[in-house]
């Protein structure tokens, strides 16, 4: 078992649509969370990170963390096609610098 | 700041041949990471780096496979022989501590013949 799923997609939405995003983990040790977003070739670049359960927004971007369901979201509002992209959610452990990334999203706006 | 090099940016080579992927990460930043991306393993850890030594190799999937840092500023990741399953996109990442902001590079696409 993969230590975190996710939905490949690819999942397309209108312009102006909340995006909804969705990863599930399977340890409760792991205590960071990231969201990356990786437009076509070229390299991940970090969006947004918690360490915590609850939400924390940035602009249009809204992470969101439920530990007692091993679950993680990543919501955008007011979606632009600039916002096609493929996003990767990522976990690690406290003091671990090694990442575990979800398999991706990939996610078009339509104009 | 120029971000995280890494060069070439694109490799095709035939099978057996040695391949030597490099990378420069972020000035000032204490931590690099080498990544693999395809499309059925998704993006995995090989071997991350602190000032300049090796703290964690187990995701380098086999000897072919090696990763050195001689100083803060440069780092290879060498593959000999090379295999058509290597074909994938390495990237380099570089962080200054914190383990949840990695930056990473362009990638490297390599294409094993």
């Known amino acids: 078992q993969k230590e975190v799923e996710q939905d490949p997609g690819p999942l397309s939405v209108p312009e102006g649509a909340i995006v909804s995003l969705n990863c599930t983990y399977s340890n409760s040790a792991f205590q960071y969370f990231m969201w990356y977003r990786q437009y076509s070739r070229k390299g991940p670049e970090l969006l947004m990170y918690?360490?915590?359960?609850g939400n924390k927004e940035d602009g249009r971007f809204t992470a969101q963390v439920d530990k007692s369901s091993k679950y993680i979201s990543l919501f955008i509002r007011d979606s632009q096609p600039s916002d096609s992209a493929t996003y990767l959610c990522?976990?690690?452990?406290?003091?671990?610098?090694?990442?575990?990334f979800g398999a991706g999203t990939t996610v078009t706006v339509r104009a | 700041d120029a971000g995280v090099i890494q060069s070439p940016r694109h490799e095709v080579t035939e099978m057996g041949q040695e391949v030597t992927l490099r990378c420069k990460p972020i000035?000032?930043?204490?931590?690099l990471f080498w990544y693999r991306q395809t499309m059925m393993r998704g993006l995995e850890l090989l071997i991350y780096f602190n000032n300049n030594v090796p703290i964690d190799d187990s995701g380098m999937p086999e000897d072919r496979f090696s990763a050195k840092m001689p100083n803060a500023s440069f780092s290879t990741l060498k593959i000999q022989p090379s295999e058509p399953r290597d074909s994938a996109v390495y990237f380099c990442a570089s962080s200054s501590g914190g383990q949840e902001t990695q930056y990473f590079g362009p990638g490297t696409r390599l294409l094993v013949l």
């Open positions: 000035s000032g930043h204490d931590y």
């Open positions: 918690t360490y915590s359960s």
């Open positions: 990522a976990i690690s452990r406290s003091n671990d610098y090694k990442l575990s």
